[in-house]
Structures are given as C-alpha cells and as structure tokens.
C-alpha cells in the first residue's frame, strides 16, 4: 500500500480518477463510483461536490454496490470521454456508465450528468447517497424528495436529483437502496431546477441509451479528426480527449486543470487554484492542436487570445482570466476544508494573477506566429494590438519578474523570462517581414539582439557548465530545455548540449532528473520564496523528451534514452491515460488533475520522437 493513500482518511486518490464533462465543466469520478469533484455550471464556478478536498465536509454523489468492497475496474468507452465503472461480485456483475451529454440528444435535454447503473450478469444490490455542499461547503440547503427525485435548494444554487428509484432523505442529502437483475438498469441525472417538475425529466432506458449513444458518437467523430498516426496513437488521443474537456466551448478558453488546491507534496502548503485560463498555454496549446489536426480548438483559443489583447491598454497584459476573460478572483483561504490528504490551506482564487511574469509576451507571440502560418492569417487591427505589446516589452524586458513558476519570493532576473522576451521580439519580426506589416524594425531588431548577448553573457554559468535559473545563482531551471525548442539556440549547439547532460543528473549529482522524471528547480535553492517541496514535474519531463529527442542528430545514444523515458512515463500516468500535474516520491500523482501543459507536452514530444525515430528507422 502507498503510504500516501493511507493519510487520506476516506478519500480517493488523486490517481483513482477519471474526468466526464460537456464543455462547460468536469466530474471526477473515483473508481469506486464517487463523484468527489464538481463546479457548477462552469469550471470556475464554485463546488457542489468536493469530497476530494473534505471527505466529511464536501460533499459527493456516490453509486456502488453493496456491500463494498468488491473488485472493480474503470475504463473510457474507446475514442469517447464517456466513462465506465465496472464491478465484479460473485453474485454478478455491474457496470456503472458515467457522461455528461453531447451531440444531438443533448441540446434537446439540456445539461445534465447522467449516471446509469446497470446489472451485466446475475443479481446485484446498490446503494446511491448523493449529498451536495454548495459554495465550497459554506452555504446551507434544503433539502426535498419530490415526485421523480430529490430537490437541493441553496441561497445562490438549486439542483436536481432526477430518478424514478425511491429515494430516502438523510439529514441535507438523499439515499437509496435498491436491487437489480441482468438486464435491468437504474437511471440517475443532476441538473439545475427546483421542487417542481423534476419527474418531467425521468429518463427511461431507452431514452438514457439513446443519450449514450449521442455522446458517444459526438466523441468518436470528434476524435476522427486527429491526424497522430504514429507508435502513441493511443496516449494521443486520450490527451487530446481530456484537452478538449478543458476548453470552454463559449470562449475557446482553455483551462489548466480543472481542480483547485490538490497539493504538489502530500500534507503540504503548495495549493494552488488552477481553474483559468493562462496565456501562458497559448502557445502550446495552438502547437499541439495544430499538430495533430485540431484548428478550429487552435483557432478559437486563439480568437480569445486576441479579444484578451484588444481589452489590454498600454500597460502589461495580465498573465491569467477567467474563462470569460475578465479579472481572476482574489485568492481565498477555506480554513473549514481540511485538504487533500490533510494539506492545508484549500485555495481558491489566485494572488498569482497579479504578478509580473514577462514569459507570457513569449508564448503569446509564437502562439500567433503559428497560427498565423498553419491556420488563419491575423487581422490588422489584431496585428496594431500585438504591435502595442511587442514596444512595451522592448521598453521593459530588463525588469525583475516572478516568472514562469509564479514565485512568491522576490523578483528575479530568471533567464527563461529573457528567452521568452527574445522568443516574443523575434516572432514580431518574423511575422512584420512575413506579412509586410509595419513595425519598428530598427528598434525591434536591436532589443532581440540585446536580449540573445545578455542571455548568453549572465544566464549561462562556466562553472556549471549549463544555463542557470536566474541571473546570479547557479541553481538549474529545467524551463532553460525549451531553448532549442523555440530555435533560441541550435540543439546541438554546445551550451545546450552540456546543460542538458547537467540536467540529465540525478539531484545527488547537482542535477534535476531522477529515473528520468524531472524536476522543475532545486526547491532547496530557495529562490521562490515558498515552503515545502514538491514531485517531479511532469511537463519537464516531456522537456526533456523533446530537448533530447532535437539533439540525436549529433548524439545518436539520446534518442533512445528519449524514448526510454517517454515511455516510462508512460507508466506514471493512472489507469485512464491521465497526468497530474506532478509525481509525488512515492510515484503518486501529486498537484491539480489532469493537468493540460502536461498533456500537452506529452502530444509534442510524441510528434517530434515519432517523427525523428522514422527517419531514423
């Protein structure tokens, strides 16, 4: 047994999970049947359930079989985001099939998670608890078991049970009992209304069938369009499967996680709430979709981005919003949720999006840069806000920033936001010279020059013999990999090729990779200010991959160490396909889930090792 998952006192494992949703936002399911993890009716909204953070406090809706116990298995309907639970008991067998509608039966029955429970072979007993917690457990509800189901009204929420199995009131939620044979199936739906009318909403098993069948069709189509054709067909697919679980269809937005506060180190303080949309992902996000197929996701980010540039004024453009793009709420502490696994403080809202991170200019530039040559070619007026941006960043580009990981020490000179500033100047005038659009050229060309000198003069340390974290400390920073990727240097160019063999050092050695996992910065440097240590960090990971997959040309032994450490993370990711943001020293997922940067990551470094070993083969 993990240790970990012993001081979870009742909860599920982070790993445990699976993810259904419908656009708007996700369920995680535990492979015991639990939904412990739901905002409603947005991703950023606040939680209905969240037994993921407080067993006891938060709230969840559960369908399993009684007693427990019993041998189950979790697995996604192939090509669909449509899960299934499966259990296995000597009496029989039963198969919990979890989804959020799509497809053409969806738009007639409104939104909905639907959960149908059915009995495979034999003869099974299960029970149903369903017990919401609005508002992050903070707000009170009644609670009222109505014709057709049960009622939940809070202050600023009212939901839905809708079932024809009788239900039993339990203090504020609802329980049931009830026994099924082969054949015959039990339906349950959650959806937004009142005390009336919930049986106008009964689904029979014809009418829940024909919802599957939608949904699964509207996934299976959706998923045809992926142009991966190579040896990790399968992890692909399923990451761009939970990519698009992500993205907010209103908007394009993509967020990073879908959870808030899950810990980077079990019982710890590194809580963050990831439940937006950072600019940050622009980049690649509009690289792996375009790669793999996916434009109109690449191209309707990128109309967000573009909406989020023309509200900017002359100042710096904020680094993260809210799916609808207005301002992230200030960060909160809910001292009445006890935590994953204990690890406090629960978070929401995030003090993040008031930093200075000068990273972003990068990644949104390269973000139009591609769009504009695989996709569709930019407007003017998006062109004059861009422009806007690229001279405030040549004025500003020496300043201290938080950087890429959000630091809560002081400001720093970090070498990876001057490789994006260089990235982000360089992009303009690529794009200015491709399209013939005007631009201060002179005063553009002399700020990218200025940046490459200073990299190459303060952030490459000769001692180490590999660029450093930030100018004046000698501590590594596995961002630096992402160099050759943005052609800031030649992958095999020596500099490069000497940082990654110091990276590629366990932390005994002085570098950042154990068993091929990586970490992001040496936490005992002490340079971001806060406590605490955290896993290995799985975007970095497929850093690597990449940065070692782009440097075999000359050094043929790392391409088949990339491939070996691709596919060892093959096995770091849970029973679905699905990654956290880190892996915890035990090998458990660690950090909110499933994380998109990683999954993301994952699709890159998979085009480009696929690609470079069938030209090696």
Known sequence: ?????????????????????????????????????????????????????????????????????????????????????????????????????????????????????????????????????????????????????????????SMQLVTPIPLKQEKNGVVAHFTLKESQSAVFTLREGGVEGCHHHLHTHDSAEKLFRDTVDYWRHWVSKCKYTGRWREMVQRSALALKLMTFEPSGAIIAAPTCSLPESPGGTRNWDYRFCWLRDAAFTVYAFIRIGFNEEAEAFMRWVEARCAENGDGPLPLMFRLDGTRVPEEQQLHHLRGYGGASPVRIGNAAADQLQLDIYGELMDSVYLSNKYAVPISYD??????????????????????????????????????????????????????????????????RDAIFEEIMDKGWCKERGAFIQAYGHDALDAANLLMPLVFFLSPVDPRMLSTLDVIRKPPRDGGLTSDGLVFRYDTDKKLDGIEGSEGTFNLCSFWLVEAMTRASPVRPDLLDEARLIFERMQGYANHLGLYAEQTGMSGEAMGNFPQALTHLSLISAAYNLDRTLGRHD
Request: one cysteine or more; aromatic letters at 12%; glycine letters at 8%.
């Open 382 to 447: 998006f062109w004059s806000h861009l422009r806007r941006l690229v001279d405030w960043l040549c004025d500003h580009w020496q300043m201290e920033d938080e950087g890429i990981w959000e630091i809560r020490g002081s400001r720093r000179h970090f070498v990876y936001s001057k490789l994006m500033c260089w990235v982000a100047v360089d992009r303009a005038i690529r794009l200015a010279d491709k399209r013939s659009l005007p631009a201060d050229r002179a005063k553009w060309l002399k700020t």
């Open 1 to 157: 047994m993990n240790p970990h998952h012993e001081d979870l006192k009742g909860g599920i494992a982070i790993e445990d999970h699976g993810i259904i949703g419908d656009l708007r936002t996700v369920a995680l399911v535990g492979n015991e049947g639990t939904i412990d993890w739901l905002c409603y009716p947005h991703f950023d909204s606040p939680s209905i359930f969240a037994a993921l953070l407080d067993p006891e406090k938060g709230g969840y809706w559960r369908v399993s079989p009684e007693p427990d116990g019993v041998m189950k298995r979790q697995f996604y309907w192939p090509d669909t985001n449509v899960l299934v639970t499966r259990f296995y008991t000597p009496n029989g067998v039963g198969e919990l099939i979890d989804l959020m509608p799509l497809g053409k039966g969806a738009r007639a029955e409104g939104r909905e998670v639907l959960r149908r429970i059915r009995v495979v072979r034999g003869e099974m007993s299960f029970r149903m608890e369903c017990f919401p917690a609005f508002n992050y457990a903070r707000d009170e509800h009644e609670t009222h078991v109505v014709k057709g189901g049960a009622a939940f009204l809070s202050r600023t929420l």
